[in-house]
């Protein structure tokens, strides 16, 4: 599957002279959080371009995973595009987040990100190693400190590429030895699988 393997950029779609960015498409659990975090990182001129699908208001493992295969169905992915889910542990079953794993080891493009308890500790972790930050409340508040803004909407200042580095750092310290699918211990994260494949300057369009 995707998940921990770099890729060599050279296969990047062409037409003419224009260089097209890789399409990382992402079917997530969170409606706001997580789709505008990944918008963020459109902006910051990644290599590629990150694409979340819309979905209704309701939230479950097997939701997001419905949701990414009616996109599949309808949305033919090129050489060199990749699938992936993002989902939080939250209070999700062993069974349900075991269903998102056998799909992304379906294929070599598919990956799943996982955070324990919440999207909101990968967050944390660009500005603190979060030690103690292991329940949703406690991870918000401290998130909270950073951001200076209370509520979902996220502020574009705070996540830009040193903290991302420092982030994937700190998140890559907490998960050793590297588990297998997901982090089962709180707190913990495999999103910088996703976020550490890519280069984060694109390359310069001709």
């Given at each position: 599957m995707?998940?921990?393997?770099r890729?060599?950029?050279?296969n990047?779609?062409?037409?003419?002279?224009?260089?097209?960015?890789?399409?990382?498409v992402?079917?997530c659990?969170?409606?706001?959080?997580?789709?505008?975090?990944f918008?963020?990182?459109?902006?910051?001129?990644?290599?590629?371009?990150?694409?979340?699908i819309?979905?209704?208001?309701?939230?479950?493992?097997?939701?997001?995973?419905?949701?990414?295969?009616?996109?599949?169905?309808?949305n033919?992915?090129r050489?060199?595009d990749?699938?992936?889910?993002?989902?939080?542990?939250?209070?999700w079953?062993?069974a349900?987040?075991q269903?998102l794993?056998?799909?992304?080891?379906?294929?070599?493009?598919?990956?799943?990100a996982?955070?324990?308890?919440?999207?909101?500790?990968?967050?944390?972790?660009?500005?603190?190693?979060?030690?103690?930050a292991?329940?949703?409340?406690?991870i918000?508040?401290?998130?909270?400190?950073?951001?200076g803004?209370?509520?979902?909407?996220?502020?574009?200042?705070?996540?830009?590429?040193?903290?991302?580095?420092?982030?994937?750092?700190?998140?890559?310290?907490?998960?050793?030895?590297?588990?297998?699918?997901?982090?089962?211990?709180?707190?913990?994260t495999?999103?910088?699988?996703?976020?550490?494949?890519?280069?984060?300057?694109?390359?310069?369009?001709?």
């Amino acid at each position: 599957m995707a998940a921990g393997k770099r890729r060599n950029f050279s296969n990047q779609r062409r037409m003419g002279t224009r260089r097209y960015k890789q399409l990382i498409v992402i079917a997530c659990e969170g409606r706001v959080t997580e789709a505008e975090y990944f918008k963020m990182l459109n902006a910051q001129q990644f290599a590629v371009h990150f694409k979340c699908i819309p979905r209704d208001h309701k939230s479950s493992p097997g939701k997001v995973l419905r949701a990414m295969e009616t996109y599949l169905k309808q949305n033919e992915l090129r050489p060199g595009d990749e699938a992936w889910l993002v989902v939080d542990t939250d209070s999700w079953s062993e069974a349900s987040l075991q269903q998102l794993w056998n799909w992304a080891c379906k294929k070599e493009n598919y990956g799943l990100a996982v955070s324990n308890p919440k999207f909101e500790f990968w967050l944390l972790l660009h500005f603190e190693p979060g030690h103690g930050a292991s329940t949703a409340s406690s991870i918000e508040q401290r998130l909270n400190k950073y951001s200076g803004v209370p509520g979902k909407h996220l502020e574009k200042s705070l996540y830009m590429e040193a903290n991302i580095h420092k982030a994937i750092q700190r998140a890559k310290s907490k998960d050793h030895p590297p588990c297998k699918d997901w982090p089962r211990n709180a707190p913990g994260t495999t999103v910088y699988h996703l976020v550490e494949r890519f280069p984060l300057r694109a390359e310069t369009v001709s």
